[in-house]
């Protein structure tokens, strides 16, 4: 204490050349305007960049917890992507179906596809849809850009569908403009390519021409487009034509489809197998 005591008096002369000095300056700042504005400037100046410098540490520091909430935000979005693509498909689809499918006695069963093969002889498609949801063998299937296939086989939850793009593929089909019909073939190579057979040679055909299903079964409701005319040729015998089409349905990004169910179908396969059965 005594040492202390011994540097304020030995030192005595700097403090008070610093309170004169203080005190010089308080009188300077508190009755000279342009001093005053000088020190309030510097001083905001100061402060202005030591909370910048402050702002930027706490940024800093929180700058993990706003990358969460970002990567929250965006799967969040994400999802709404995926409900509105979900969504604007199955509208296609609904506007897809509304003209062809006026009569009451089809209904559609939404799926998704699980599993596929496109570059075999015998393509299938599995479908997260079976027996529990109301699915049968020998229904048809479609997508919002048109015919997919039939199904072929069923378990509790999950179906298989043989498709166009298969060699024992044979679906009825028509030309949308003279609507002379034929069966619709698939031969093995391209997955968007497909040939109408039976077309009498006397049928008007024309390119770019739309394919559809004639509704001459109870599989697919007639309308249902197909594809478009591409290229049209004879037939090995020569009777008939050949008919290339690019098909509508894209079978590389097919993910949605929907299954066709035909509430009078029973009656009329009774119906046509009493017939049968008589004639005989």
């Given amino acids: 204490m005594r040492a202390l005591i011994d540097l304020i008096i030995k030192s005595k002369h700097w403090f008070v050349f610093l309170l004169l000095e203080a005190i010089s300056l308080l009188f300077l700042f508190s009755h000279t305007g342009y001093q005053k504005s000088v020190y309030f400037t510097t001083a905001n100046d100061v402060v202005g960049a030591t909370y910048n410098v402050i702002s930027s540490i706490t940024s800093y520091l929180h700058l993990q917890q706003e990358n969460q909430s970002l990567e929250q935000a965006n799967e969040q979005l994400r999802r709404q992507l995926h409900e509105m693509e979900h969504q604007m498909a199955e509208m296609r689809l609904d506007s897809l179906c509304k003209n062809p499918w006026t009569d009451s006695s089809y209904d559609l069963i939404n799926a998704q596809v699980v599993n596929a093969t496109l570059h075999k002889s015998n393509n299938l498609l599995t479908i997260n849809k079976g027996e529990a949801d109301g699915v049968k063998p020998e229904m048809g299937v479609v997508c919002s850009q048109g015919v997919v296939g039939i199904v072929y086989m069923t378990s509790q939850h999950y179906s298989i569908v043989m498709p166009i793009l298969n060699v024992n593929s044979k679906i009825s089909c028509r030309l949308r403009h003279s609507e002379h019909f034929g069966s619709l073939i698939w031969e093995r190579g391209q997955d968007n ?79 046509e197998q009493q017939a049968q059965q008589e004639k005989q």
Avoid at 196 to 212: F, G, M, Q, S
Wanted: charged share 20%; glycine share 6%.
């Fill in 193 to 271: 390519i497909a040939y109408v057979t039976n077309i009498p040679r006397h049928a008007e055909v024309t390119l770019k021409d739309t394919v559809e299903t004639n509704g001459y079964s109870d599989i697919f409701p007639s309308g249902i487009p197909i594809g478009k005319v591409q290229r049209i040729s004879d037939s090995p015998d020569g009777i008939s034509y050949l008919i290339r089409i690019t098909l509508f349905t894209d079978f590389a990004t097919l993910r949605n489809v929907s299954v066709i169910t035909n509430y009078q179908s029973e009656e009329r396969q009774q119906l």
